[in-house]
Each structure stands twice: as structure tokens, then as C-alpha cells.
């Protein structure tokens, strides 16, 4: 059994959640507490955190400390959102958190944190949640910046977008425009309409949405006094959609006297339930599920996941694969040569455990690299290498890291070119470790490569064994592979100074595939 | 509902101002029970010293609060009524007549009731320095001379001397004095001081010293026969107040006293440092504005001139007292040793019924929840509780509100010894709890030291809720063990109060009590609460919602019934949800020691409530809250009243009993005290309580019965456990320590 506290640094709230995580009862929430630190009406007005905001949040986060104190917690992890992430001197702060606090504070990038809300309501919901997303599903994210909207269909992640519709980044514009009661309503109506207008013409046409899934800090308390305490997160749209009448003709001191939070929670209740009001309209849905989580549910079910105490029902790594193929669609790159990429890379990672040392995550890596190596082409055919590096690192792909997809950008970059080596690679967004794997999967990706430039050659098999210093490889096709067989020893080298194994290719035909 | 019934709800405003009670007026009704007590004749003597004391006290702090409050706003120009109608202005006129009445009873009571019962019990109070005889003069002199002249600041007010500070609640001695003539100055001088008057042409000055509170009120000196005497240290003085104006003449000498406004008035928002900032107003409550003047009755017309105009105080609020001034010396007075014949005998707690006190409680809470009913059962599972967190490998945090405590409590020790054994221990004490903020401030500060996280309140909010929070890490994982009480952590006035409490390891509680504290410690507050109802944000909707629950039921035609037991009810929204619920066909008996805003047997409004107030040997403290609910019954227990202060300005916590044991063990002590005919008082519908017809009917005393209930509980036990052990065990040290006599 562990102790472990999970910490979430966001836009308006700081909070933190205490688990006892142990394999017999899976995750058990011990102690929830929040603050409010409006971090975010300081970075998205100023682009800085002001010193009283700073010395707030500290103290805040000291009582943290004295809280996992109190639990003797074996382990914690923190995370900064938005309000971090948008400062202009992030590492700055970070490191006067760490002075004055002792904690090691790492700021998630947009997709990773709502990758990890995704993955608290997926892992709390279980078979349920596989279920519910077999049917079109609206996965709504709202923060303090910005909205994430991912589209679920047929059990599978079809898109995500952010939208810039952050309750605060919203309040902060209407209250900065002193409307009246009625007018505030309006106006923010009216916002809302104009940033889902682009969102609904790109996304939702022709889609088939049964349900929202809503994440929001304020909502449950909307559900709780209307449901009362127990009752199921899940209510049907009309039921919603009076819900929400109700609450917008009062004031924020009203909806906090009903609702029993604080006035200043209440004022940031009311954009979240409008701008689900507009998409259950927009959707026609049928029912909306706000199952309560947070931020920190999230992070403790990733760290539960990852220290295998838990079992997660759904693939989570599905999600971004699939997410990546919505992106490699996109720009036309998923046919046959994607196709032979990954079976070869994969093939080569796979039977090179023993020489590469890389982990399950870098085979994810290389798989999303696979995925997404030919996306510069649909742009440039001349230098497909930078194109596809520009696409990547400008589009956002839930559940990775910033660093991981500045990873796979490099490892894509470095896949085009013939003559790079550990020594001229110098990236600095990467550290020594991360460059490392990005040469040793690049390699991987570089040398896969040479036998998947033919669109419509297709494999039937690729193989890979290692046999003293060499690595066999073994293509089982119909085609005729001479000219692959040219570029694969031409590249053959510079795998052969990575991994100090030298590649063989064989070739196996076979009457028919 | 019928046609007629509706019909009937419709033309009936009920929070219509003929309603209500005054809440002032109803505060002096219930000194008047008290009162009664003091009257009874069938009570020992000393116990009726004891309650006309405690009127005495509860009526210096009712000027000090209550109508200190109604003057400001009477002085703000603040013309709003109150629930029953009436202006502020309209409560202080009423208040004063009222006062005076019970003033001019209490002194009755004194002089013509226990002053002689205590003479002829060998007990004889010299009202009178004039009275004594030679022998305790002298006594009387040289007391003065050794002990009481050092401790006197004599102050005279002339042009280069303003009129001294009079300090709240002090008993002074005011004098008027003439300068000596030169023949005067050297003579023997002593001046016979009458209590009447001395005429004199000289120009006199205004003088005064303070009665020392450092030395003991009541004297004693040498007796005139077997019994005892005393004199009030005032007489003393009187008698030698010469010596303390010497080149002087003392015209005349009258004791007086002066209540000023205590009402502190923090500015919680702009205070940087609660702390600070209440230490700051403590000093101030020293010379808040004078709202009642008492004097000697006879005093000097020319002297009470002098402190009417300094004092700034009009006559309806000059109270002539025909008698010592201050009778909370009589509780000193209950102390004196050799009278315990006049005492009822002194209450020993027993043994919890449902936990033995040697064993571990932590593992007798897993057993199931515990019920613990103070002062028939001892308090010291509650002190023990934290004790053994304290010293608890396993404990990791103890959490605990406090609002009063005794003055060296075990529990600050408790928790002190918790944070040097490296627990994580906080404390939230309420630095607002009314005469007793110096008191806390030191404890917290001690708290503080040892290295506790102390917290001071809640801006805006008093924290009078009484929780205990300890959380241990056990073998399958953390486990929350929480004590919620209707009492204060005192162990010294839990053998006083009565007061129920519960110890319990429910998950669902245990969630909650981590959200209260979470709450007072600035975070923000739950989505949701699993069992506890937490004012001021939940709990009075919900209050609402069980009685209106309730009145469901009477429509639809079922049963309906709802007993609540309280200190005080005057939150106008709970009483007019309790006249609908009346209305509807809900029967309602209400338990309501003090202040009640309600009134009862108006028709189609409050015909099915009934209210009564217990006032006996213990003070009636637990607030207890039954509801029939169709059978499902739930009763709940907590800190709080039906006040708004305590729905709507306080953080409180009721919570629901749940154990079937526990239940049915409440539903019998609110049965029995609904069947008192002793020390309960029925209120009727013209707002006087009168004693229930004990005709034909055999004599209940709840309290009483209570004492006897829990005795016979703890000797059964006794008995069980002596019977089936082969040895007995020896007495814990820690139980030992104070004093309990508890011997399983």
C-alpha cells in the first residue's frame, strides 16, 4: 500500500488529493483540498505571475506540504497547467517553488494534461466507459485558458481540438466590459457562439453525438444540488438544459447561496454551463455525464498505471495512435509505405530489446513517428524532412509530452537524412538522454524506411532476428524489392554505428498476399 | 390536503410578528427559571446560593452583550423590528423593567429567603461593617492593615486628576471627601461613616478605590458562636476607608459598579493578524460605553450625581441595589468548606456504558460506534481518546476545533505531548469564543510553541463546532477515528453540562471530518457531505427539509413527529417551518432550555407544539433532533441551535447517529425528559412557564433519574467484569491521575 499525493497547479484552484493506492483496492481518494489561486487572470492578462500570486500560492502549497505530512504520503507528483505553461519565465517560477516550497513542480503541456483528465474518467469509468464511447461521445475538457474537445466514435478517439474557451480567460474578458445582469448573459452567448462556430462546421458535421462527457470543477455542484448527494453524474439534455435556465437568470452570489460554494466559484459555474448548454443544442445529445474528476484523479491514475497497481480496461496508448492516424489522414500519408514503416520498425525494435534498452514508451514513440514520418510530403516534396518536423511540432497530439513530441519531430527529421550521428546531434529542447533515444530511434525509423518508399508496395510480413552481430531481416512480399534493397545498404552503416549491429536484408516472395 | 386545510394555510402569514417572542424578553424568562431554582425551597441551601449566583452572572453578561447591542443600534438610529415587532428602542424599554424586576427578586430572594436560612444554618454574612462587635473589628482592622492596604490605588478626581478609568464589571468603592481644616488635620480623625449621609458645607471632591479582585471577596473573621462568620471584603474596606484618604474627611463611601459594552467589534477583513487584533479589542472591552450602573440603595444623591454624569448613564439604568453588589460571589460562597450538608452531593461521572476504559479505543471504536452521555458518564474517553492518539505508533495526524477549555486542560497537554511525539496536530481555536479570548489566546499559543498548526478562527466565523479528528495508518490502510460531541472540550464543565458525544470510525464521517478541517484550514469546501450537515452553508436547509419532510407526511396522512431538545430556538425561518409543520399535523415537542422565539397553542399555527425548558443541577447543554420520518426515524445530534447565529454565522456540525443501539438509547433519555415534572417547565400560550401537575403522577427528575441510570449501568458492568476475570486488573495510571473513581 501507498500513500501518494497527486498536486494540480491550474488556472483559478490549486489542489491536491491524497490516494492510498495499493493492488488489492486499486486507488482509494483519502483527502481533497483545494485553494483558490487565480494564477491564470495574472499570466493571460500579463503574460507574468505577480509576486502576491506567487507568495499565495507557495503558502498554499506549503499547508500541502503539512497535509502529506499529516498522511506520511511515500510519493507525490505536481503539476502546473495553463497559468504555468503561458508565463513568460516558467522555469524561473518553478525553481522559486522548489526553493521556497521543496517541491518539484513539472508543468504538463495542454495534451498531456488532457490526456490525463481523459484518463481519470476512462480508468474511474471502466467498462462503462468503453461502452459509452462505442457510441459518438463528446469528451468536453474546460479550463481556466482554453477547452479541449476530443469526438469519440465507435470506441475510438476520431479528433480533438482546443478551443481558446477558458471560463476564466471568458469571465476576465466580460467583466472587464461591466455588462448588466441581462447583457452579461448575452455577450456571453454570443462568445460562445463565435468560438464554436468554426469547431461545429469542421467537427461535428454529419456527426452522430449521444453523449457529453463534461470535466469541470464547478458543474458537480450544479448536479449535486439539483440530483442531491448520491445521485447517478449522468443526467438527459432537457434535464440538463433546465438545469442551467435555472441557474443563469441569478447572480453569482445567488447561485452560490443555492448551490453552497463560494461567489467566486459561482461567477466561473455559469460559462461552464452555458457553453455545455450550446453543445448539447449543437450536438442534439441525449444525455450529459459530469463524473467530477480533477486534474489530480488523473495524475494518480497515471501513477497507479505506471506502477502497474492498477489494470486499465481501456488502451490509453490506442488513443494516441489513433489520434495520430486522424492526423496522418490529414495530410494524406497513411497508406501502404505508413504501413510497411511500422511493420518494419516495429519488427527491428522489437527483436533488438536486448541491444537498444529502450522502454515501451520509445516503442510508442517510434510507432507515432511511423505514423506521422510522411506528413512534410503532402506540403513539400522537396524537403519533406523539415515539412514534416514544422507539422508536427505545431500540432497538438493528446497524450504525449511537449518534449515527447519535439522527440518524435526529431526523430522524423533525422529519419530523412543519411549522414547524422550522436555527435552533430544538438537539439535543446532535448537532454543528453533524450537525444540518445532520439538517435537510436531515428536509426530504427531511418533504415525502416528504405523499404517503404513505394506506395503501392505491400508487405506480407516483415521479420526481424538477431544473429551474432547482425540483425536479419526478412521481407515476405510478392514484390520485387531490388531498390529497396539498394537504399537499405546504403543506410545499412549508419545503423551499424548507433547500434554496433550490422543489418541484413532477406528477402522471402511469396505466391500471394 | 383538504380543501378547508389549504384554505386555511392561505390566510395565515406565519411569520406574521404575533408569533414570536422577543428574544430578550424570552433570555430574562428563562433567568426567572433559573431563578426559581434559587427559590425552591426544596432544594439544599447552598445549591440555591449557587443558582441565584448564576443569575447574577448570567445577567451581567446579558447587559453586556445583548442590550450593549440593542443600545448600539438604538444609538445607530436603527429603527428595524425584530421578529416579534418591537424596535429596538421598544426591547430596551420592555428589558429594563424586566430587570429591575428580576433584580429587586433576586435581592428578595437574598435578604429575605437565604441570608437568615444561613444564619440559622450556622452560617452568618455581616451585611454591615456597623454590625460587628469589638472582637471582629480588631480582626477586621488588622486584615485591612496587612493584607488589604497594600493591594489599594485610592484615586481622587480633581482639575489635574480626570476620573479614573472604572474597570467593566469591577466593584469600586465611590467617596466623597473634604479637605481637612487646620484643625482638623491633625486630629484622630477617624470619620464614622453612617450608610446615610453626612452634611457638610466644606466643598467636596470626588474619590474612589477599587475593591481588589486579587483578594477573596468573602472574609472570614472570628465568630460570635459556633457557626461561621463572614464580611465582604467591601465592608472591610468601607470601615477603613480613612486611612486611605488621610488629610481628608470621607463625607460619605458607597460601593458601585459599572457593565460596560463587551461586544468586541473586530474588523476580521482589515485585521492583518486575528490574533493581534483581538488582543487589541480585549483591551478595549475595558472602557466600552457604561450601559448599567449598579449602586448601594441610600447612596449619596451628590456622589450618584458624580458617576451619572462621568459614567455618562441615565437613570433608567441606574439599578439601586438593596444589598451586596455582585452576587457571583455567592458561587465563592458555595465553596466554603463545612456545609456539604447543605449541598446536594457532589456528582461523580461513571464508567461509559458502551466502552471499558482499559482497553484500546481505537479498537473498541472498530467494535462500533460509541455513545457517550456527559456528566452522567465521565468525560475521560474523550481525554483519553486523544491521549492514546497522542502516544499512538500509528497516528500519523490528530485535527481538533476547540472553543472553551478548562483552565489546565488535559486535552492541550494531550495534543501538546502529540506534536512532541511528531505527529501532525491542528487545532482551529476559535480566539471569538466571548470571555474566553484571553484565555485561548494563551492556549494557543502554547499549542503553538509545542509545535501544533494553530489556526484562529475563520474570518467572519465562529468555529463553535467540537470535533476531533485522528488519523491512523493501519495495517489495511488509513483509518479515521472522529469524535463529535454537542459540548465543549472542558473536561471541568463536562461533569456540569449535560452533553452527549459520539466516537466513530465511519468511513463516511471520517471523509466529512477531513472536509471540515480541510474547509477550516482555507481550502475550499466539498461537492458533497456523506453524513454531516455543516452550517452556515448546509445546514439550515437542511434543518428545513426534515421538518418539512415531516409535514409531508402529516398531509399525506401519516404519522408525523418530531421531538428537537436545544438550548435556544429563534431562527424566524426554522419556527415558521416548525408552525407549518404544526399546521400540517406534525406533533412537535420541543426541549428548549433558554430563549424560545416560538409560541405555543396559537391555533391552526403552533397547537401541536409543545416546549419545555429543564433548568436543574446540570445545565441542559446536548442539542438532540429527532424525526419520525414513516418509521425510517433519524435523529441527529451536533453544536448547533436553532439560532441564526449558529445556522448562519457559525461553523457547526450536526451529525446522524446511526448505530440501532445508539438510537434507541436517545429516544428513551428525550422520552424521559418529556416526562420531567420536576425541574421542567412548560411553556404556555401567553409566554409564562409554569411547572407540570404532578398530581397522581409518580415524580420524575430527569437528571436525576439519569444519575441513577448511568450508576446502575457501571456497577452492572463492574459486577460482569469482576465476575469473569480471575484477577482485576490494576487502575490505569492516567485515570488514576485525576482523581476518577473508576476502578475496572
Known amino acids: 500500500m501507498k500513500i501518494f499525493a497527486a498536486i494540480d497547479i491550474g488556472s483559478y484552484e490549486t489542489g491536491m488529493k491524497i490516494f492510498q493506492i495499493s493492488k488489492r483496492n486499486g486507488l482509494k481518494q483519502l483527502d481533497f483540498v483545494r485553494h483558490r489561486v487565480e494564477l491564470g487572470t495574472d499570466t493571460y492578462r500579463t503574460g507574468r505571475i505577480s509576486n502576491t500570486h506567487m507568495d499565495e500560492l507557495c503558502s498554499v502549497l506549503e499547508g500541502f506540504n503539512q497535509i502529506m505530512a499529516s498522511y506520511k504520503v511515500d510519493d507525490y507528483v505536481a503539476y502546473g497547467t495553463s497559468a504555468l505553461r503561458e508565463a513568460e519565465s516558467t522555469m524561473i517560477i518553478l525553481d522559486q517553488i522548489r526553493i521556497r516550497t521543496g517541491l518539484n513542480v513539472k508543468v504538463l503541456s495542454n495534451s498531456e494534461q488532457r490526456f490525463l483528465d481523459y484518463k481519470s474518467v476512462a480508468l474511474k469509468g471502466g467498462k462503462d466507459f468503453d461502452e459509452l464511447i462505442n457510441h459518438g461521445t463528446l469528451f468536453i475538457d474546460i479550463g481556466g485558458g482554453s477547452t479541449q474537445v476530443s469526438i469519440f466514435e465507435k470506441g475510438i478517439l476520431n479528433s480533438t481540438v482546443n478551443l481558446p474557451l477558458g471560463i476564466l480567460k471568458i469571465r476576465s474578458l466580460l467583466r472587464a466590459l461591466e455588462p448588466g445582469r441581462s447583457k452579461y448573459i448575452e455577450l456571453l452567448n454570443e462568445e460562445i457562439v463565435n468560438e464554436l462556430f468554426s469547431f461545429k462546421r469542421q467537427y461535428l458535421r454529419d456527426k452522430d453525438i449521444e453523449n457529453l462527457v463534461v470535466i469541470d470543477d464547478y458543474l458537480p455542484y450544479m448536479m449535486q444540488k439539483f440530483r442531491g448527494a448520491g445521485a447517478p453524474d449522468e443526467v438527459t439534455a432537457e434535464s440538463y438544459t433546465a438545469y442551467t435556465d435555472e441557474i443563469k437568470l441569478k447572480s453569482a452570489e445567488e447561485i452560490a447561496k443555492s448551490v453552497g460554494i463560494a461567489p467566486e466559484n459561482a461567477s466561473l459555474m455559469l460559462p461552464s454551463a452555458m457553453l455545455i448548454n450550446h453543445l448539447v443544442k449543437d450536438t442534439g445529445c441525449k444525455r450529459v455525464k459530469i463524473p467530477g474528476v480533477t486534474l489530480s484523479d488523473g495524475i494518480a491514475y497515471d501513477y497507479a498505471d505506471k506502477a502497474k497497481v492498477i489494470k486499465a480496461v481501456h488502451d490509453f496508448d490506442m488513443d494516441i495512435l489513433s489520434c495520430a492516424d486522424v492526423i496522418s489522414a490529414k495530410y494524406k500519408c497513411n497508406g501502404y509505405r505508413q504501413q510497411a514503416l511500422l511493420m518494419t520498425s516495429l519488427a527491428i525494435f522489437d527483436n533488438m530489446k536486448k541491444i537498444h534498452g529502450l522502454s515501451k514508451r520509445d516503442r510508442l514513440l517510434l510507432e507515432l513517428s511511423a505514423r506521422l514520418r510522411n506528413v512534410g510530403r503532402y506540403v513539400s516534396l522537396s524537403s519533406p524532412a523539415h515539412s514534416s518536423y514544422s507539422i508536427i511540432m505545431g500540432t497538438e497530439i493528446i497524450g504525449i509530452s511537449h518534449v515527447e513530441r519535439a522527440m518524435v519531430a526529431n526523430i522524423v527529421f533525422n529519419s530523412f537524412t543519411d549522414e547524422f550521428s550522436y555527435a552533430d546531434f544538438n537539439n535543446e529542447e532535448l537532454d543528453a538522454d533524450q537525444s540518445l533515444r532520439v538517435i537510436k530511434l531515428a536509426a530504427i525509423l531511418h533504415l525502416s524506411a528504405s523499404l517503404a518508399q513505394n506506395p503501392k508496395k505491400k508487405y506480407a510480413k516483415v521479420m526481424a532476428a538477431l544473429k551474432d552481430s547482425e540483425l536479419l531481416i526478412t521481407i515476405q512480399s510478392k514484390s520485387d524489392i531490388t531498390l529497396e534493397r539498394g537504399n537499405f545498404n546504403n543506410r545499412a552503416d549508419c545503423f551499424e554505428e548507433v547500434f554496433g549491429i550490422k543489418p541484413v536484408l532477406k528477402y522471402k516472395g511469396v505466391n500471394e498476399i | ?744
Open chain 2, 1 to 744: 390536503m383538504s380543501k378547508t386545510k389549504e384554505k386555511n394555510n392561505t390566510q395565515i402569514d406565519f411569520s406574521s410578528p404575533e408569533y414570536f417572542t422577543n428574544r430578550e424578553i424570552s433570555w430574562v424568562k428563562f433567568d426567572e427559571r433559573v431563578m426559581g431554582e434559587a427559590r425552591d425551597k426544596n432544594i439544599p441551601l447552598f445549591e440555591r446560593l449557587k443558582f441565584l449566583s448564576i443569575t447574577a452572572s448570567n445577567l451581567d453578561e446579558f447587559f453586556m452583550v445583548r442590550v450593549a447591542s440593542l443600545k448600539d443600534m438604538e444609538n445607530a438610529g436603527y429603527t428595524k423590528p425584530d421578529i416579534a415587532g418591537l424596535t429596538p428602542t421598544q426591547q430596551l424599554k420592555e428589558l429594563n423593567g424586566l430587570t429591575h424586576e428580576l433584580v429587586d427578586t433576586q435581592y428578595s430572594t437574598y435578604n429575605r429567603s437565604l441570608l437568615p436560612l444561613l444564619k440559622t444554618n450556622g452560617l452568618t454574612v455581616v451585611e454591615s461593617h456597623e454590625e460587628l462587635n469589638e472582637e471582629q473589628k480588631e480582626f477586621v482592622d488588622r486584615y485591612f492593615a496587612d493584607t488589604v492596604y497594600p493591594v489599594l490605588t485610592p484615586m481622587a478626581v480633581d482639575s489635574a486628576r480626570p476620573f479614573p478609568l472604572v474597570r467593566n464589571k469591577s466593584l469600586n468603592i465611590a467617596a466623597l471627601v473634604t479637605e481637612k481644616s487646620g484643625d482638623n488635620k491633625n486630629g484622630t480623625g477617624l470619620f464614622k461613616r453612617g450608610k446615610g449621609k453626612k452634611k457638610t458645607n466644606l466643598p467636596v471632591e470626588f474619590a474612589m478605590v477599587q475593591v481588589p479582585d486579587v483578594l477573596p471577596r468573602i472574609v472570614n473573621i472570628p465568630s460570635k458562636g459556633d457557626g461561621k462568620s463572614v464580611i465582604l471584603l467591601e465592608e472591610v474596606i468601607e470601615r477603613n476607608i480613612d486611612k486611605l484618604f488621610l488629610n481628608y474627611t470621607v463625607v460619605c463611601a458607597h460601593p458601585f459598579r459599572v457593565m460596560r459594552n463587551a461586544d468586541l467589534s473586530i474588523d476580521e477583513d482589515e485585521a492583518e493578524d486575528l490574533l493581534k487584533e483581538i488582543e487589541k479589542q480585549l483591551k478595549r472591552r475595558q472602557w466600552g460605553e457604561v450601559i448599567r450602573l449598579e449602586v448601594e440603595a441610600g447612596i449619596d444623591r451628590r456622589l450618584l450625581g458624580i458617576l451619572k454624569k462621568e459614567l455618562s448613564i441615565e437613570e433608567p439604568d441606574i439599578y439601586f441595589i438593596p444589598g451586596p453588589l455582585d452576587l457571583t460571589f455567592l458561587m465563592k460562597m458555595y465553596s466554603l468548606e463545612g456545609f456539604d450538608h447543605l449541598k446536594t452531593p457532589d456528582h461523580v461521572p461513571e464508567l461509559p456504558k458502551y466502552m471499558s476504559l482499559d482497553k484500546n479505543i481505537f479498537e473498541q471504536i472498530k467494535e462500533g460506534d460509541i455513545l457517550l452521555k456527559h456528566p452522567y458518564e465521565t468525560f475521560e474517553p474523550v481525554i483519553k481518546f486523544v491521549r492514546e492518539a497522542a502516544k499512538d505508533k500509528d497516528v500519523l495526524a490528530i485535527k481538533q476545533t476547540l472553543y472553551r477549555v478548562s483552565g489546565n486542560s488535559p486535552i492541550i497537554a494531550a495534543l501538546i505531548q502529540a506534536a512532541e511525539n511528531g505527529k501532525q496536530v491542528t487545532v482551529l481555536f476559535e480566539l471569538k469564543a466571548r470571555f474566553d479570548e484571553e484565555n485561548n489566546i494563551i492556549w494557543a499559543k502554547a499549542l503553538e510553541k509545542a509545535g501544533c498548526h494553530v489556526i484562529y478562527g475563520i474570518v467572519g466565523l465562529k468555529t463553535h463546532s467540537k470535533i476531533t479528528l485522528v488519523v491512523r495508518r493501519e495495517e489495511d490502510g488509513i483509518r479515521r477515528y472522529v469524535h463529535l460531541g454537542t459540548g465543549n472540550y472542558n473536561d471541568k464543565t463536562a461533569r456540569m453540562y449535560t452533553d452527549m458525544g459520539i466516537l466513530t470510525c465511519a468511513e463516511a464521517i471520517g471523509e466529512d471530518a477531513t472536509a471540515v478541517f480541510n474547509m477550516l484550514s482555507g481550502y475550499s469546501e466539498p461537492v458533497t457531505w456523506n453524513k454531516l450537515s455543516v452550517a452556515p452553508l448546509w445546514m439550515k436547509s437542511r434543518f428545513l427539509y426534515l421538518i418539512g419532510r415531516e409535514a409531508d407526511h402529516a398531509r399525506a396522512g401519516r404519522e408525523a413527529r418530531i421531538v428537537a431538545k436545544m438550548n435556544s430556538l429563534c431562527d424566524p425561518d426554522i419556527i415558521e417551518a416548525l408552525y407549518k409543520a404544526s399546521n400540517a399535523g406534525v406533533k412537535i415537542d420541543l426541549i428548549i432550555r433558554g430563549i424560545c422565539c416560538l409560541k405555543v397553542g396559537i391555533p391552526k399555527v403552533s397547537e401541536n407544539i409543545t416546549v419545555r425548558s429543564i433548568v436543574g443541577n446540570f445545565l441542559e447543554h446536548s442539542r438532540i433532533f429527532w424525526f419520525l420520518n414513516e418509521g425510517n426515524e433519524e435523529i441527529y445530534m451536533g453544536s448547533a441551535d436553532w439560532m441564526p447565529r449558529n445556522l448562519e454565522r457559525r461553523v457547526e456540525i450536526v451529525f446522524p447517529v446511526e448505530r440501532m443501539e445508539l438510537i434507541e438509547d436517545l429516544k428513551a433519555f428525550l422520552k424521559l425528559q418529556l416526562n420531567d415534572n420536576v425541574k421542567a417547565s412548560l411553556l404556555q400560550p401567553d409566554g409564562t412557564y409554569v411547572k407540570p401537575d404532578r398530581r397522581g403522577r409518580s415524580v420524575i427528575d430527569s437528571q436525576a433519574e439519569c444519575v441513577k441510570e448511568a450508576a446502575k449501568v457501571a456497577k452492572s458492568r463492574k459486577n460482569s467484569v469482576v465476575k469473569t476475570r480471575t484477577f482485576i486488573p490494576e487502575r490505569s495510571p492516567e485515570f488514576n491521575e485525576n482523581g476518577e473513581s473508576g476502578d475496572i
